[in-house]
């Protein structure tokens, strides 16, 4: 799933490059590629940060190198994830803002129909004649 060029293929690259002298790390690498987590003095010491001087301070480099990537690679998909939950919370605001629309819509039209039935059953054809002569009457000519 991740992209071409992503943060953790160029950490993976640079990894490769720190590596590709020394055969005996290609299994180190592989390991670490694969998402397993290296346990030896030196990892462990990297992991904390510490750098072990001259004894193994280029396998402490490694699993620095290899925290980092992790480290970028999270940071990548946390960045995704924000998108996306960007994405949807706009999705969802225009969402709310149409169903509010709908639902004023809806109730006007309930409106309407409900005045237009009142306006029905008030209505009498013989009065409302009766009305316009009587109007018509009062009228100066």
Known sequence: M???NSVEDRALAALDRLVKRRPTNELLKAKMAAGHRII???SVAAEAGV???SFGSRHARLGHVWLKIQELAEEEKRGSVAEELTKIKAEN????ALL??????????QLAVS???KRSTNRDDGANVVNFRRNDRKRPR
């Open 93 to 96: 605001a225009r969402l709310k």
């Open 100 to 109: 509010y629309k709908t639902n004023i819509h809806n109730a006007s039209l």
């Open 2 to 4: 991740s992209r071409p």
């Open 40 to 42: 030896t003095p030196t």
């Open 51 to 53: 750098n072990r001087g």
């Open 115 to 117: 005045r237009l039935q």
